[in-house]
C-alpha cells in the first residue's frame, strides 16, 4: 500500500483496506433500511435537495470505524504533505455514501475560509467488477501553460480499495452514476469525510 501522487490536486493510495475491504463493504451493504437522504448545506442549515445532490448517506461505520480512521491516519502527513497543506490534524469525520442510478453530487466545496475543513477524502469501497457506469469524481484546479494560468480539472474513475485525498477548498463534483439492475448492492459505494484543523489556520 505506497501513496501514489497524481499531482499536487490529489494524492491517491490503491490497495487501502486490502483484505479488509470485504467485510467494510458487507457491513454496508447490511445497513441498507439505515441509509438517509444526502442533505446539502443551504447558509446555515442542511436539507435534502434533490436539483444539487442526490444519494444516500451511512452516518457510521459502527465498530470498524475506528479501524479505518487509524488506517487512513497512517497515510495522513505525507498525504498532506504531498497536497502542500500546512495544518494540524484534528477531528476526522467519516460517513459512508451510496449512489445509485441517476445520483449525482454538483460542483460544490468542503471547506472555505470559514470552515475549519483543510483535506477531504474519498474511499472507493464498492465491489469489482463494478456494476455502475459513471460517478467519476471531478476535481476543478488551475494549470500553468506557456506562463499563463488556465481552468483544469482532474477526473478520477472510481476504483475499487483506493483512496483519495484532495484540499477541501478545491471545488469538485461527483458525475452522475448508472446503475443498470437499481440494485443497492450495485451501487457506487464510498466512505468519505474531511480531516479538520486543530487550531487556527497555519499561514
Not at 480512521?69 to 459512508?96: H, M, N, W, Y
Not at 466512505?191 to 499561514?203: A, D, M, Q
Request: charged residues 25%.
Amino acid at each position: 500500500m505506497d501513496i501514489q501522487q497524481e499531482s499536487s490536486v490529489v494524492v491517491s493510495v490503491p490497495g487501502f483496506l486490502g483484505a479488509q475491504r470485504r467485510a467494510l463493504l458487507d457491513f454496508v451493504l447490511s445497513q441498507e433500511p439505515c441509509f438517509r437522504e444526502a442533505p446539502v448545506s443551504q447558509g446555515h442549515s442542511r436539507a435534502v435537495n434533490a436539483a444539487v445532490r442526490r444519494a444516500r448517506l451511512l452516518d457510521s461505520l459502527g465498530a470498524l470505524e475506528g479501524a479505518f480512521v487509524d488506517r487512513l491516519k497512517e497515510q495522513l502527513p505525507s498525504a498532506v504533505d504531498r497536497l502542500g497543506c500546512a495544518f494540524t490534524p484534528g477531528a476526522i469525520e467519516v460517513q459512508a455514501t451510496a449512489s445509485n442510478d441517476g445520483d449525482f453530487f454538483g460542483l460544490h466545496q468542503d471547506g472555505g475560509p470559514d470552515s475549519p475543513r483543510e483535506v477531504s477524502f474519498v474511499y472507493f469501497l464498492h465491489d469489482e467488477p463494478r456494476r455502475f457506469t459513471g460517478g467519476e469524481l471531478r476535481i476543478c484546479h488551475t494549470r500553468e501553460v506557456d506562463g499563463r494560468l488556465l481552468a483544469a480539472d482532474t477526473r478520477l474513475t472510481p476504483e475499487g480499495d483506493t483512496l483519495v485525498f484532495f484540499a477541501s477548498r478545491r471545488a469538485h463534483e461527483v458525475l452522475p452514476v448508472a446503475v443498470p439492475s437499481l440494485a443497492f448492492a450495485d451501487s457506487r459505494f464510498t466512505v468519505n469525510g474531511w480531516v479538520s484543523r486543530s487550531g487556527p489556520r497555519i499561514k
